[in-house]
């Protein structure tokens, strides 16, 4: 049986939060691999435009290539319709029926857990591991007994929306998210105003 980490995220686009939160869990949790889930159309965020699931899903392998315990489902986004995280973590416990999921996921999405769809059914499939974001107070009260474990990661206050924000005012996304991944943004012309 393995331990497999789910790191599911937009990753419009991913940075150094991300990665750095999965290497910690990682390492704290004595993970095998880390599987990073870019969502197909993601429901809570479907009042703005996301960039292309393809753009997404390649600046996610980029930014984890380096990585031996890291790498990429396209799950997520080979399923059509909105992602639920129901769906993500019934698809990954069918394809690998042995082995044990951890599902990982930052203070400000934990939060909201309960509003996801077929809620039950997710702690039944992983163990949540819930990890500090700054700006976020990190609290499983509202969950589950025994359903999650909460650890403080290195703190990174970076955003996605501020990595877009920055690319849209002119301003360097460098040294934010990995240097494949600034130079993808750059080379598709994302998150030009
Ligand atoms: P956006 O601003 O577009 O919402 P985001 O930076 O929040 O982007 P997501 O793709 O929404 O990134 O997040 C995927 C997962 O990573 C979520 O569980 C989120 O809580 C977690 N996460 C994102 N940024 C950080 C960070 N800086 N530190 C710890 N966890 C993070
Ligand atoms: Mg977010």
Redesign the pocket.
Known sequence: MRRLGVM?????PI?H??LV?ASEVQSKFDLDEVIFVPTGQPWQKSQREVAAAEDRYLMTVIATASNPRFSVSRVDIDRDGPTYTADTLRDLADRYPEDKLFFI?????LEQIVSWKRVDELFDRAHFIG?T??GYQLDGHHLPEGAVSLIE?PA??????ACRDRVCAGEPVWYLVPDGVVQYISKRGLYRC
Request: aromatic share 4%.
């Open positions: 599911g995220g937009t990753f419009d940075h939060g991300h939160a996921t930052g203070a400000d999405a990890v974001r700054p990661v990174m206050a970076i955003s996605s929306t």
